[in-house]
């Protein structure tokens, strides 16, 4: 496992954006898919996006796809989450995973991946 730790999170107003950032420590941070998920009071956790270890692949849930970039820095052990266009509903506690995998991410992978080191979440508050 890994440690995580999120940082990144705040207010900001429709339209605007963020980027969340995800420290992990170890020496194995490229063995690893990593994922953001959020939740939202009252709801369910939501996978939000994975990138495979290498960064050579993606996954976005539909409700984000095309404003939240995820990427991945391996020399400094650090996921990265860029949130562009952010609307009310993006609202929510964001926490980064890690899931030990070393191959493509595909969407039904992505779901599936066991995630078993976690962040401590980070607050994102998006206002209308």
């Known amino acids: 496992q890994v440690q995580l730790v999120e940082s990144g999170g705040g207010l900001v107003q429709a339209g605007g954006s963020l980027r969340l950032s995800c420290a992990a420590s170890?020496?194995?941070?490229?063995?690893?898919?990593m994922g953001w998920f959020r939740q939202a009071p009252g709801k369910e956790r939501e996978l939000v996006a994975v990138i495979s270890w290498s960064g050579g692949s993606t996954y976005y849930a539909d409700s984000v796809k095309g404003r939240f970039t995820i990427s991945r820095d391996n020399a400094k052990n650090t996921v990265y989450l860029q949130m562009n266009s952010l609307k009310p509903e993006d609202t929510a506690v964001y926490y980064c995973?890690?899931?030990?995998?070393?191959?493509?991410?595909?969407?039904?992978?992505?779901?599936?991946?066991?995630?078993?080191?976690w962040g401590q979440g980070t607050q994102v508050t998006v206002s209308s």
């Open positions: 170890g020496r194995t941070f490229s063995s690893y898919a």
């Open positions: 995973a890690a899931a030990r995998w070393k191959s493509t991410i595909t969407a039904g992978l992505a779901v599936g991946l066991n995630y078993d080191s």
